[in-house]
């Protein structure tokens, strides 16, 4: 095993020095971080540390202001618009409050990656529908529901499902347990393990939640806010198994796991500025 | 220096003194001059992917239905209220000079050339461009436009090429639609209850208002639709974060609409007047 903490395989996705700011707020600044085949990484760290946007840096949805995105060795930021397609088709994403599409029901949001893309027939298509909304544990009779409808954890399932309906390599979670109860934050853990398992898929699992952490990752990686890092600090504060997390040297890490305020409560001084 | 001072001057974009009026001024036209590149390249956008992909049956004809069909009854009632407006508004004029048969010339001409295209326009702006702008803002904020992307599919021609579609092709039914419910309005309050003579106001009709004024009424229609369909759409997509960002959408999906409406009104009045005094420069005044 790396000092990273990965279990096999070789780097399929690159950061090399990627900044990205909005306006005038920069949230990444100089990130570097490989992701090798088949590791599960979760990224960790406070809101607004620039976890949800690495993902969407990664399948290019966002650009970075300055810096590169490998993968498999090609910069993603360079990649014609019929590869940026192909490279999508090969990640699924789910996103922190599902996205589903609110117009469609459950079943047409499942089949929409297979039906846009025509890799098959409509009648390959229900099987594929059934098998994955099977995979999440949905039970039968979801299927003409329409999002509105559907309970948080029941949304996020079928987030999955979609996302899994092009059997993708490399799988994306933002924040997936972000407003469940505890037995659905755990079904949706177990289902993320699961999906990492079967066939070997890379990920990347953005979260707050230690469980999440503890049950699937292989490797943790913990960003922390610019606007409280200094000039010359790194933003990676912590790079390492998730066993290592307790213990961490840094005691930023060691607050975040415990969940600790410390001394946030105070009033915020001068030399508190960025 | 004060702390308002020192926001201004962070405003400026570099500091280096207060922000002034000339500052103010500039940095509005650029704002303004990029926001119309911005929808240049996203309407130039939209356009390539009807010339490169058509849009699959399953997703037009909802929205065919919903724009087109669902407004029906709004043009409809809007056209019949014009047209009957008109006839009261016009009629003491027109009887003070003797001229109230002429009346049909004068209610018809302006509802097939300029009031039917413009009120169904206006009509279709309210009723569908906000709704547009506040299912694509929602869309965006929560994240489903992403969703779009990230399954490989490019969210200007699934969401934005069949609205396009949809406005531009149903608009000149609706303008007819609204043209022919303000010739009945103006003609029954002209025949039936202000006492026009029947015969005579349906013969200065039909002498004044010609198959070309008709179709001039519904090639201007068709700018309009284009222009609603891509400037809803488009601010939709920009909308900001939140329930605000949605609404502020929606209400600029309007305004920016209607403002293109009368704009592009104004131009194509003016093109098709040097056009139509270039092939026809003997033609006779309405009266």
């Given at each position: 095993m790396s000092a990273g903490g990965a279990t096999a395989g070789d780097d399929l996705i690159e950061f090399r020095d990627v900044s990205i700011q909005f306006r005038r707020h920069k949230v990444l600044r100089g990130l570097n971080l490989t992701i090798r085949r088949g590791q599960t990484l979760c990224v960790i760290g406070e809101s607004g540390c620039g976890k949800t946007v690495l993902l969407k840096l990664v399948v290019g949805l966002l650009k970075p202001t300055s810096g590169q995105i490998f993968f498999e060795g090609e910069d993603v930021a360079r990649m014609s618009a019929r590869a940026l397609v192909k490279l999508r088709l090969r990640f699924g994403f789910l996103f922190?409050?599902?996205?589903?599409?609110?117009?469609?029901?459950?079943?047409?949001?499942?089949?929409?990656?297979?039906?846009?893309?025509?890799?098959?027939?409509?009648?390959?298509?229900?099987?594929?529908?059934?098998?994955?909304?099977?995979?999440?544990?949905?039970?039968?009779?979801l299927e003409?529901?329409?999002?509105?409808?559907?309970?948080?954890?029941?949304?996020k399932r079928v987030g999955l499902a979609r996302a899994l309906a092009l059997d993708p390599e490399v799988m994306l979670y933002d924040e997936p347990t972000t407003g469940l109860d505890p037995i659905m934050t755990d079904v949706i853990n177990e289902l993320i393990l699961q999906t990492q398992r079967q066939g070997g898929k890379t990920g990347i699992v953005v979260t707050h939640e230690m469980r999440t952490v503890a049950k699937a990752a292989d490797r943790v990686v913990m960003l922390f806010p610019l606007a409280r890092v200094g000039r010359d600090d790194p933003q990676v504060i912590y790079d390492g198994p998730a066993a290592g997390l307790e213990d961490a040297a840094d005691p930023r890490v060691r607050q975040f796991v415990r969940g600790e305020a410390g001394d946030r409560l105070r009033e915020p001084t001068a030399a508190d500025a960025p | 220096m004060a702390a308002g001072a020192i926001e201004v001057g962070d405003d400026a974009a570099g500091g280096g003194g207060g922000e002034t009026a000339v500052h103010r001024l500039?940095?509005?036209?650029?704002?303004?001059?990029?926001?119309?590149?911005?929808?240049?390249?996203?309407?130039?956008?939209?356009?390539?992917?009807?010339?490169?992909?058509?849009?699959?049956?399953?997703?037009?004809?909802?929205?065919?239905?919903?724009?087109?069909?669902?407004?029906?009854?709004?043009?409809?009632?809007?056209?019949?209220?014009?047209?009957?407006?008109?006839?009261?508004?016009?009629?003491?004029?027109?009887?003070?000079?003797?001229?109230?048969?002429?009346?049909?010339?004068?209610?018809?001409?302006?509802?097939?050339?300029?009031?039917?295209?413009?009120?169904?326009a206006t009509m279709l702006a309210g009723r569908v461009g906000s709704s547009m702008a506040a299912e694509l803002g929602t869309m965006r904020v929560t994240e489903q436009i992403d969703a779009l992307t990230a399954l490989g599919t490019d969210p200007i021609h699934h969401l934005v090429v069949p609205r396009f579609l949809a406005c531009l092709l149903l608009i000149p039914l609706l303008t007819l639609m609204a043209d022919f419910m303000g010739v009945i309005g103006g003609a029954v309050v002209c025949t039936q209850v202000l006492g026009i003579d029947s015969y005579a106001y349906w013969k200065h009709s039909r002498d004044f208002v010609e198959s070309i004024d008709i179709l001039v009424g519904v090639v201007k229609s068709l700018f309009f639709g284009a222009a609603i369909a891509l400037v809803s759409c488009h601010r939709g997509f920009k909308s900001g974060a939140g329930a605000e960002g949605v609404g502020k959408a929606a209400t600029e999906a309007f305004v920016f609409s209607f403002v293109g409406i009368l704009f592009l009104d104004f131009v194509l009045g003016l093109f098709w007047n040097t056009v139509y005094r270039l092939y026809w420069p003997h033609t006779p005044g309405l009266l």
């Open positions: 922190q409050m599902a996205a589903l599409f609110d117009s469609m029901d459950v079943y047409d949001n499942v089949a929409f990656g297979p039906r846009e893309h025509r890799i098959c027939g409509e009648d390959q298509i229900a099987g594929i529908v059934a098998r994955r909304l099977r995979d999440v544990g949905l039970p039968p009779g003409r529901k329409k999002p509105a409808e559907l309970s948080g954890g029941q949304r | 500039g940095k509005l036209v650029f704002e303004r001059v990029a926001e119309i590149g911005d929808v240049s390249l996203f309407s130039l956008r939209a356009l390539g992917w009807i010339a490169r992909r058509r849009s699959r049956g399953s997703v037009l004809v909802p929205i065919f239905y919903a724009i087109g069909v669902r407004s029906v009854s709004v043009v409809a009632i809007t056209g019949t209220f014009i047209g009957m407006v008109l006839a009261v508004q016009t009629y003491h004029e027109f009887q003070a000079m003797g001229l109230e048969t002429k009346l049909g010339s004068v209610i018809n001409l302006s509802l097939v050339k300029e009031l039917g295209p413009v009120l169904a």
